[in-house]
RNA sequence: AGGCACGUAGCUCAGUGGCUAGAGCGCCGCCUUGACACGGCGGAGGUCGGCGGUUCAAUCCCGCCCGUGCCUACCA
């Protein structure tokens, strides 16, 4: 609506072009999410325009309105002038804006004293309704019950006490408008002041006649001399041409000069605004309709606490919101684009339309647009005409039907045995700015449809700042799109690094990390091709070293379960990338890779290699899987999709007990250990005679403890093959770090070329 | 102003009432290794924001303070 232009598109060309738009992003989105390898099920594809919500957006509101959750009201209510629509508590920002405090000396009726209010808002003045002060306020005690008569306008308003006012801000004493804040609703509703609107829907000071029934004044002549300089004009013109008339002795009233005492006093203060409106909010009365809320606090409450939020503290915000909510949910928009409120009013036989008897839609009807469709039990024809109807033109809250979400994909609306068994959802995956709206609504129609809650997990996630730890926005030019780092670095090296993020902690995007990721997918791809590449056939795993390796691999699956479980995703992988690296990349399979290759090994050492590798591989793929879906897939590919018959790793089942039957217990759990710090050890020698770590060794003496000698003769095999150790001996010394080798004497061969 | 969260190596982040506080990146040195140089080995680098308290023991628990972010309130 702003600037007027799209005014000249009608209605259905307005929906008509809203519709086609969506469809593009709907592409857009789609290719990107199945780019990112998103597990969706696009069979269950919805759009919160098609039929299937709209039906369900409309039976969730006929449900409230049989159960009378919901009521129609014309009120004051926040409305962005820009937009020209209502908003909810939800969709209010709060921004700091500089105003000013504006003295204005107003007159008391029947008497020569006076009173000097502060205002931010001098161009209300024409609709003010009263001014009240604090009771124990000793300096307007005994004003109370008598009128102010307003400068400019001799209107002669109530002076009344109220707890609400500070005696400490401004003077203390201050004008009551219709309307220029919340708090202005409220004493207007509380004192049953006059009805002055003053702002109208397009923001602009409207047409008023003083003299007439509820614009009284002392003088209206000059009253309306002044308001014709105002008339018309926007907030911010009339506030400037006010301050200049007050400026003037012209409209005092009291006859002693000037109503604006001395200069402006600027001050900062917070102004709310509709979260993507441009100026603030004004408060006008129009026709609503809205969500009973306020006396659901409790319930409400209820439900919130019912629900598992990851983490905890996410919990803390669902309920402050909740306990701080000061208005019902206003439900209805002034927009084309959006799902329709599906009732009609009858019109009386003065063409009047009765408010108080809507007329709903039957369930059977839906997805219905009143505007299009006659209200049952009248033909077309009868509409707009006197005794006939109308219907209703506005469309709902976006979050009215987002609210629905769980019941959208349960099929609440229309297939209950589905419904019944995926409602309560399991999950619900967002982010934290969306906890009053997303969350919070949804928890209420939960409550209001079924005394439910709609699922039982709320996984809340954090923000993606940039990398000087700014929020991304639009307005400061800093979001960045997954699309270009999908394709410099690929879709899983993405989700490494989304899927490293904890829940709820905010995460400064940064493409080392990107990096890193891709880097673990070369890893598992050059590990995966290595494993497969032994082609000696597999045999029971009994060797010590690869005993001890797969009791680890065990312990690894059963954290990485509980890790997701727990819906720790992140700890998930973390858990999974340390092994892969650590134990099997760096230290297993460096140890066992040349018996595997069956260099001096007999058949069933080789083979127990052989089996230890690929069950590793299998294993390890599958618990990367999640996280890193293209490569695990690929490599599942190569060998294991056509031996398990199960084409896509996706759908293979998770490791777990099944994978580890049969295979015994080491003899020493910390074998791999015993074997790794063996190596390590003969690598230093080496790295300390500066030879490669390839070099072959002539000869060596491995010293350690007793203990230690012991523990490593089991594996001692596998570690002078990774080494290259010719002959060794043993020697027992007792100077050395517990658990730490010492290499001595060692003679390395010289240098061969290979060829 | 109140609430919640965060503050750990140069950077991005883990972590725990107790071994010498970790990873990756970056940095320095060595190794052109046979799945992988997008690799391997070795190393430097931290008063765990500050001050108090509880405790045999605190980076972790408690209090206060400083800083950052978010939510809520203030909106004459």
Partial sequence: ARKGRPRLLSREN???????????????????WQRAALSVDWSLEYAT???????????????????????????????????QTAVAQAEVDDRELTGAYHRIEFGVEDSDESLVVA?????????????????????????????????LFRAPVP??????????????????????????????????????????RNGRLGDVTFGSEGWESLDPDAANRFYAELAGKNVKQAQKRVVELLRGPDG??????????????????????????PRPLEFVPTRQWFVRLMDKKEPLLAKGAEVKWHPEFMHVRYRDWTEGLQLDWCVSRQRHFGVPIPVWYPLDDAGEPDFARPIPAGAEQLPVDPMAVPAPGYEETQRGKPGGFIGEADVFDTWFTSSMTPQIGSHWADDPERHAGLFPADVRPQGPEIIRTWAFYTIAKALLHEDSIPWKNALISGWVLDPDRKKMSKSLGNVQTPLPYI??????????????????????????????????????????????????????????????FVAELRALVERTTAAFEDFNFALALQETETFFWSRFTDSYLELAKTRARGDGADAAAQGSAVATLRLALDVLLRLFAPTLPYISEEIWSWRF?????????????????????GIAEPANAASLERAVAAVQAIHKAKADAQVSAGREVESLVLAGDAALLEEIKPVLGDVLAATRVHTHQLREAGDLEEGVFGVEDARFAERTDRS
């Fill in 487 to 548: 394709e410099r670095f690929g879709a899983d090296a993405c989700r490494y690094w989304s899927g490293s993020a904890r829940l709820g902690v905010d995460t400064a995007f940064d493409e080392k990390v990107l990096k890193v990721g891709k880097r673990l997918v070369t890893k598992l791809f050059n590990a995966g091709k290595f494993v497969l590449a032994q082609e000696s056939e597999v045999q029971p795993i009994t060797a010590e070293l690869d005993l001890a």
């Fill in 119 to 151: 205002t931010t808002r001098p161009e209300l003045l024409a609709a003010c309704v009263g001014v009240t002060a604090h009771p124990d306020d000793a300096r307007y005690r005994g004003l109370f019950g008598r009128n102010a008569v307003t400068p």
């Fill in 641 to 661: 999709a056509e031996e398990r018959g199960e084409p896509s790793i996706h759908r293979a089942p998770w490791p777990g007990a099944a994978d580890f039957g």
């Fill in 159 to 200: 002076i009344f006490p109220s707890e609400l006012a500070d005696p400490d801000k401004g003077t203390g004493i201050l004008m009551v408008c219709t309307f220029g804040d919340a708090t202005d609703v409220l004493w207007w509703r509380e004192q049953r002041l006059a009805l002055r609107q003053l702002v109208q």
């Fill in 14 to 32: 307005f929906i008509e072009l809203c519709h086609r738009l969506t469809a593009e992003d709907e592409k857009t989105f789609k290719a990107l």
């Fill in 49 to 83: 325009i098609d039929d299937h919500c709209r039906r369900t957006a409309q039976l969730s509101f006929l449900d409230l309105f049989r159960k009378e959750h919901v009521y129609n009201s014309s009120s004051p209510t926040m409305w962005d002038v820009d937009f």
């Fill in 252 to 277: 005092s009233a009291t006859g002693s000069g000037p109503p604006l005492q001395g200069e402006p006093e600027p001050m900062e203060h917070t102004v709310k605004f509709y979260e993507k409106g």
